[in-house]
């Protein structure tokens, strides 16, 4: 059997209702001595996926097939031997004529370099280095940029944006301080071409920080191959957050991804990485990982969140629902299943202290399984800086994990922070804090709908739980919505001080697709709704027979479209006028198109739950370390020293967690538990980089 | 509850003490100001065991800990990784081709299995090593190394096993005497009454002495290490250039059982003191030493790097012995980095000397790395 395994599907995106496909011309590389086709810009482990090729090799332990994880770099699953070299296919882009071959057990040594050539290090002291290119790490730059602070800014990816890159649905927030209403995506351009117009800034793309040395310097690989000593006078660690994971059997098994893992390959490599998915965790990373799957036409099976409520906002929770994907509270996932890749999931009911309940195990087929159960913040680099006496600022998720909105305004305040212990003169305006306090700020209490006003024409604002938001205010040109200022939590309110003129703007806006224009002009007996859609023009012909859901996803019952309208400047969000009975007009939220229901199957046999992997690098299960925190080990130093957990590629930042869980698991108070010693590097570079070669 | 021996320290050496010493039967405490055994300087050793020394004490300790490491599966069913790959000694220049040649006669009139390679016979030992004037080197088949923390994690369990005691998270901040002699040991958390104190505190050894008022002449000296992603087997021996080079004396590194490359330099001048904390300046040093030596490393991937301390002493020899000073007190420190591949052989050892049942080859040990002993001569190569 080839390493591929499992069939094979071409599954590049041609299209998708959001994103726009621009492909160069393809060039062809190798599998296995099988010629495949590329594009260029794509990484090995997207040019893979395209090809339906998700096992990547197999681990030296134990044989476990090897694949995506993380897509950040972070962790070592997907290596594969590209012209004989071991490299994350993550991180490398692929070449023409490129020969990649799976990597099962270690790796042969590279063979030599032709001539020994060491170059000195260049050491290059700036007065701001800012590590990370996205929201925050780019809004730093400009602020420093602005007051004309020497700044380099180094960022591991090959565009700036960071995650605002995965982005496509439009942000939340306000529309004056961080662009609320458009998508992440357009955010990342503008931002970086405001950080570009910046003459004191100086980008470095794919150049990874390594290490924050006691001696103050920062070492950097420099476009992937030359190593750097940067000497910043201050730290700006926008560095972002990495995702949670969670211990069950089959956790690393190819096809069980990080949510972010799976926004990296479908909608910035715009490969179809699924068929057919299943997503854990009910935070908006998880609500919109789900709803992204949507766009890129891949099926949701369901999600299941441990908490009786989902935790994210409760729009992005409803938009789903209104797209007819199942929603388990209370619910986590007990097994995943399959041989050489995800086939199904099984998920149970948890009890108050979140343990499964025998008995009530629900099994689904899919081909994937994505874990959105929380990020923790990316701070090793602030930490040491600290540590060294670097005057060093954190922003964004490095700081606190909130959503993106946040991270841009954490990242100006950061960028300013910078600038002051430099000795620039410049204010921080006060309301700035309260503002980032405001877009940090979890989704809050649920508002009952206020009445109709008695008009023949206005809007239905859906949204009402508090969440930092306001563009509906912004965009409405008669001035009809309104949001406190003060606090863009509130609720919106539709003051029917005046005529609406149903222009759609407020409903085309609206990120969490939250609000609906009611007309009974034509027919007072049959009003049409106008709701938005984000995916595509296709299927949705006038005449065509919908299914008309209220906000929460509850089927009203069959409505035809009337029309399809575009708000200018809108992009790509379709409003959709659809005719409804009366008696509908202010419950109906949304449509979707009539689909098949997917019932669970007959629960799997569950394997041991204990023979989960806790550390994927050196295949660690759940049992041996359980027996250790059993045997009265409290120190993660030694757990890594008798079972090598926390010892391989990712440098136990995967496993921490999942190893803490455990003991707290075992009834052991974490204040007992020493943590890992953290320690360089940051990510595993060829030994001839530190020796002042350039490819070794 | 009074104790037979309280040994100070759960590292390369406190730990086989203890194991050995309950082996006989002795009601042994050992106590660790850090939360888990060999989380002070045996996590940071690279695991090189060798008996190519050139001081006979030394030569006998490393011999013994290697027939301990040969038979370990064996004996106590637990594995500790022992790789016999030898240790290469490389010779680039005709100072350390003369250097390593007297070594090398003196090594053997010791009767160590070590002999002097030309250039072509040594590429057949290592067949990666640079050739560019490469002049040749010593060769050790008999020397090894294990993985340090399986090693010491092996003994706290078979120490445990045997009914010995440990207490970590706990300092030692005050020694009982009376009369002359040890009564009982103070910690931040208890007192331990014992007659019988064994000093195993690594690089802290000498803060241990001025509790009882002896000054140990042993102070710790940092050095840097890393190691790399694993890849399959290509390096049997530890590989040692003892060429100085800008920064450091010398450098070794070899590949462990598990594949990864484990590297180390000595800095030069000494980097005097406790401070762990990673420097920007160990990377780029060590990272063109051992490509000069074995070019292939340039394309194997660094995973981490990390600090030791080495307790050094004038004469770079151990002090291992009683105290005159004080009765009932007994050092093991001093170590010079090389805790792990002495250790095990010191633990039988200080067990035979603390039942008084010493052999007679013991004594040449006992005699050369006397605490009491003045410090005026250097071992020719550490």
Redesign the interface.
């Given at each position: 059997m080839s390493a591929a395994g499992g069939q094979r599907r071409a599954v590049r995106l041609d299209k998708h209702p959001i994103l726009e496909v621009r492909r160069a011309d393809p060039f062809a590389f190798f599998f296995q001595d099988e010629e495949l086709v590329a594009y260029p810009g794509e990484t090995i482990a997207s040019a893979l996926f395209a090809h339906g090729i998700r096992v990547f090799g197999h681990h030296?332990r134990d044989g476990a097939p090897q694949g995506i994880f993380c897509a950040n770099g972070q962790c070592?699953q997907c290596l594969v031997l590209a012209d004989g070299?071991?490299v994350k296919a993550c991180l490398t882009l692929v070449r023409p004529g490129m020969r990649v071959a799976p990597l099962d057990?270690?790796?042969?040594?590279?063979?030599?370099?032709e001539r020994?050539d060491?170059r000195a290090?260049e050491e290059l002291a700036v007065e701001a280095l800012v590590i990370g290119g996205g929201p925050a790490g780019m809004s730093a730059a400009v602020e420093l940029g602005k007051l004309g602070v020497k700044t380099l800014l180094v960022d591991d990816k090959h565009r700036l944006g960071g995650k605002l890159l995965l982005q496509t649905h439009r942000f939340f927030g306000s529309r004056d301080a961080v662009y609320a209403g458009t998508r992440g995506v357009a955010i990342a351009e503008r931002l970086a071409a405001e950080v570009h117009a910046q003459r004191t800034v100086e980008v470095w793309l794919q150049s990874p920080a390594l290490?924050v040395?006691?001696?103050q310097?920062v070492?950097v690989l420099r476009e992937g191959r030359r190593?750097v000593?940067v000497r910043p006078r201050v730290l700006v660690v926008a560095t972002g957050a990495r995702e949670r994971s969670l211990v069950f059997p089959g956790d690393t098994l190819p096809g069980v991804y990080g949510a972010g893992a799976f926004q990296t390959l479908v909608n910035r490599d715009l490969v179809r990485a699924a068929t057919r998915l299943f997503v854990v965790g009910g935070g908006n990373v998880g609500l919109i990982a789900a709803y992204h799957a949507l766009q890129a036409g891949i099926e949701v099976v369901g999600l299941c969140e441990a908490l009786p409520e989902c935790t994210g906002y409760k729009v992005h929770r409803d938009k789903l629902a209104r797209l007819g994907v199942p929603i388990y509270t209370s619910h986590t996932v007990v097994a995943a299943h399959g041989e050489r890749h995800v086939e199904a999931i099984t998920i149970a009911q948890v009890d108050e202290k979140f343990r499964p309940i025998p008995g009530t195990e629900k099994t689904f087929p899919c081909d994937t399984i994505l874990i959105a159960v929380g990020l923790d913040p990316v701070d090793e680099f602030y930490r040491k800086a600290r540590?060294?006496g670097i005057p060093a600022f954190a922003a964004g998720d490095a700081q606190e994990i909130a959503e993106a909105s946040a991270a841009i305004f954490t990242g100006r305040i950061a960028g300013r922070q910078a600038a002051q212990a430099l000795g620039y003169a410049v204010d921080i305006p006060p309301e700035w804090a309260k503002t980032a306090e405001i877009l940090k700020s979890k989704p809050g209490r649920v508002h009952p709908l206020p009445p109709p006003p008695e008009l023949p024409l206005f809007p239905v604002l859906h949204c009402v739980q508090e969440i930092p938001c306001d563009p509906c205010a912004a965009v409405c040109p008669l001035g009809l919505i309104h949001v406190d200022p003060g606090d863009i939590r509130r609720p919106p309110r539709f003051t029917g001080e005046r005529a609406c003129s149903g222009c759609g703007r407020c409903v085309a806006f609206c990120p969490g697709l939250a609000i609906t224009l009611v007309d009974f002009r034509k027919d007072p007996d049959h009003p049409v709704v106008t709701v938005p859609w984000e995916f595509g023009a296709d299927s949705l012909a006038p005449g065509t027979e919908v299914l008309v859901v209220d906000r929460e996803g509850k089927v009203l019952g069959a409505g035809a479209v009337v029309g399809l309208a575009q708000v200018p400047g809108a992009d790509r969000t379709l409003l959709v006028r659809v005719r409804v009975p009366k008696g509908w007009a202010l419950q109906a939220a949304g449509i979707r198109l009539p689909q098949g229901e997917r019932a669970p199957i007959p629960p799997l046999p569950l394997p041991e739950a204990d023979e989960a992997i806790v550390c994927r690098c050196e295949r660690v299960k759940a049992r041996e370390i359980r027996a250790l925190i059993r045997q009265g080990?409290?120190?993660l130093?030694?757990l890594k020293?008798?079972t090598r957990a926390g010892m391989g590629?990712c440098?136990g930042k995967t496993c921490r967690n999942l190893i803490l869980r455990l003991f707290r698991e075992e009834g052991v108070p974490l204040e007992e538990v020493?943590d890992f010693?953290g320690?360089?590097?940051f990510l595993?570079?060829?030994?001839?980089?530190?020796?002042?070669?350039e490819e070794? | 509850m009074s104790y037979d021996v309280v040994v100070i320290g759960a590292g390369s050496v406190g730990t086989p003490a203890a194991f050995y010493l309950a082996r006989e039967g002795l009601k042994v405490l050992v106590l660790d100001r850090l939360p888990s055994p060999g989380q002070g300087s045996n996590k940071a050793a690279i695991g090189g065991v060798r008996a190519t020394h050139s001081d006979p004490a030394k030569i006998r300790l490393g011999l013994r800990t290697i027939a301990i490491l040969t038979r370990f599966r064996e004996e106590f069913g637990r594995e500790v990784e022992w790789r016999p790959g030898g240790y290469v000694f490389v010779a680039y220049r005709p100072e350390e081709e003369r250097i390593l040649k007297e070594l090398v006669a003196l090594q053997r009139s010791f009767g160590l299995n070590i002999r002097w390679c030309e250039a072509d016979e040594l590429l057949r030992v290592v067949p990666d090593l640079n050739p560019q004037g490469l002049r040749g080197g010593t060769y050790s088949p008999e020397d090894g190394h294990c993985s340090p923390l399986l090693l010491c994690h092996a003994y706290y369990e078979l120490a445990k096993g045997e009914g010995a005691e440990f207490r970590f998270r706990e300092e030692v901040v005050g020694m009982e005497v009376r009369a002359g002699r040890v009564q009982a040991v103070r910690t931040d958390k208890g007192r331990y009454p014992t007659a019988l104190v064994l000093n195993a505190a690594g690089a802290w050894a000498a803060q241990i002495g001025k509790l009882l008022g002896v000054e140990h002449p042993v102070y710790p000296d940092c050095h840097e290490a890393g190691i790399t992603e694993p890849v399959a087997h290509f390096l049997d021996p530890m590989i040692v250039d003892i060429r100085p080079g800008p920064g450091s004396a010398n450098c070794y590194f070899h590949q462990l059982a598990t594949g990864q490359i484990a590297f180390c330099l000595t800095p030069e001048p000494p980097i005097l003191g406790e401070d762990r904390r990673e420097t920007s300046a160990f990377l780029p040093q060590v990272a063109r030493r051992i490509i000069q030596v074995v070019p292939r490393l340039a394309g194997i991937r660094v995973r981490r790097t990390w600090r030791g301390l080495y307790p050094m002493t004038p004469d770079g020899l151990p002090l291992v012995g009683w105290v005159e000073a004080v009765r009932g007190y007994l050092v093991a420190i001093g170590l010079c980095g090389q805790g792990v591949m002495l250790g095990p052989a010191l633990g039988e050892l200080l067990a035979r000397l603390v039942l008084g049942t010493p052999l007679p080859e013991d004594q040449i040990v006992l005699r050369n790395l006397s605490p009491e002993r003045s410090f005026a001569r250097a071992e020719v190569l550490r």
């Open positions: 030296p070592a070299r071991p057990g270690l790796p042969q040594p590279p063979p030599p370099p020994l060491f290090i290490a040395f006691s001696d310097r070492g190593y000593l540590e060294f080990v409290r120190d130093n030694e020293a008798v590629a440098g020493t010693v320690r360089p590097l595993e570079v060829p030994l001839g980089a530190f020796a002042g070669m070794p | -």
